[in-house]
């Protein structure tokens, strides 16, 4: 079994209970939850975050069942801006000091970029990006390791300086924390023009890290001259659903799978192919 999750922020912003009322209706297992994007009182800065707000938060969510699988904290963890990146830090810091009054364990990032907005840059992939992003993760890891919570490190292919998964195992080697994993989104991390080998990408990631895969995002894509386009619903594109997550219920019984780009007028069809590929499991 798979626990089925939805983005909290692509429906929309609120209160904890508009936002978790609305999301009620489609009855997702977990969410993932960015606060700054669903909660219009939260900022991108670092010192609001208390054990009762999280609670608050948190008992909205658990009225209807919902379990709160991540917060994202999407972070350039390289920022050019010094200054920008230590807030950026402290803020993921702070995410990681409350995520279990939050009910809790994971907050996730992507790897950034040498460009403020995380666009491609050829630098991001250098040797020096590198170690810069690696020092920042140790230093997100020490806080982990204090409060018993995970930083979740989400691969892309092409643009972030996590864009392979040879760095993807470097960079868990390099810091070797135990409170370190991985969220894993295999159409993210597919290289642009080699998506006709996914099966074949798939279980390389199985078996270069999935011992560390401790969340999952599912979305779709189709292939244009040759090259992957769109993020797109999961049942609207070309990704195998089905070796996905058969690996998944094998592998990560009940891992929190959450589904990306729904909104409440495509919701119902993507939860129907989920349903329909989870019978064939």
Same mark, same amino acid.
């Given at each position: 079994?798979?626990?089925l999750g939805l983005r909290a922020h692509d429906y929309g912003t609120g209160t904890p209970a508009h936002i978790a009322q609305k999301l009620a209706a489609y009855k997702p297992d977990c969410i993932q939850l960015a606060l700054a994007?669903?909660?219009?009182?939260?900022?991108?800065?670092?010192?609001?975050?208390?054990?009762?707000?999280?609670?608050?938060?948190?008992?909205?969510?658990?009225?209807?069942?919902?379990?709160?699988?991540?917060?994202?904290?999407?972070?350039?963890?390289?920022?050019?801006?010094?200054?920008?990146?230590?807030?950026?830090?402290?803020?993921?810091?702070?995410?990681?000091?409350?995520?279990?009054?939050?009910?809790?364990?994971?907050?996730?990032?992507?790897?950034?970029?040498?460009?403020?907005?995380?666009?491609?840059?050829?630098?991001?992939?250098?040797?020096?990006?590198?170690?810069?992003?690696?020092?920042?993760?140790?230093? #997100?890891?020490?806080? %982990?390791?204090?409060?018993?919570? +995970?930083?979740? !490190?989400?691969?892309?292919?092409?643009?972030?300086? $996590? /864009?392979?998964?040879?760095?993807?195992?470097?960079?868990?080697?390099?810091?070797?924390?135990?409170?370190?994993?991985?969220?894993?989104?295999?159409?993210?991390?597919?290289?642009?023009?080699?998506?006709?080998?996914?099966?074949?990408?798939?279980?390389?990631?199985?078996?270069?890290?999935?011992?560390?895969?401790?969340?999952?995002?599912?979305?779709?894509?189709?292939?244009?001259?040759?090259?992957?386009?769109?993020?797109?619903?999961?049942?609207?594109?070309?990704?195998?659903?089905?070796?996905? #997550?058969?690996?998944? %219920?094998?592998?990560?019984?009940? +891992?929190?799978? !959450?589904?990306?780009?729904?909104?409440?007028?495509? $919701? /119902?069809?993507?939860?129907?192919?989920?349903?329909?590929?989870?019978?064939?499991?």
């Open positions: 079994m798979i626990s994007k669903s909660f219009p009182f939260i900022q991108e800065k670092p010192g609001q975050i208390t054990p009762g707000l999280a609670q608050h938060i948190r008992d909205a969510f658990a009225q209807y069942h919902i379990n709160i699988a991540v917060l994202g904290c999407y972070i350039n963890p390289i920022h050019p801006d010094p200054k920008l990146k230590e807030l950026s830090l402290q803020r993921f810091e702070e995410h990681l000091r409350f995520a279990r009054d939050f009910g809790c364990a994971i907050v996730g990032t992507e790897t950034g970029s040498c460009n403020a907005d995380c666009s491609y840059n050829p630098k991001s992939q250098s040797e020096s990006a590198f170690l810069e992003l690696v020092d920042s993760i140790r230093r #997100l890891a020490d806080t %982990a390791e204090k409060y018993g919570t +995970i930083v979740g !490190i989400e691969g892309v292919a092409h643009h972030h300086t $996590i /864009h392979s998964y040879e760095k993807m195992v470097r960079l868990l080697e390099l810091v070797n924390s135990a409170n370190v994993h991985v969220i894993y989104d295999p159409v993210n991390f597919f290289p642009l023009g080699q998506c006709t080998r996914q099966h074949e990408l798939m279980e390389k990631a199985f078996e270069m890290f999935g011992d560390k895969i401790v969340a999952v995002h599912c979305k779709d894509f189709v292939i244009e001259n040759g090259k992957k386009e769109g993020d797109l619903p999961s049942g609207t594109g070309e990704f195998d659903h089905a070796y996905l #997550l058969n690996w998944l %219920a094998r592998e990560k019984p009940l +891992i929190h799978t !959450i589904l990306e780009n729904t909104n409440s007028e495509n $919701i /119902h069809q993507v939860q129907a192919f989920m349903r329909q590929q989870l019978k064939n499991i």
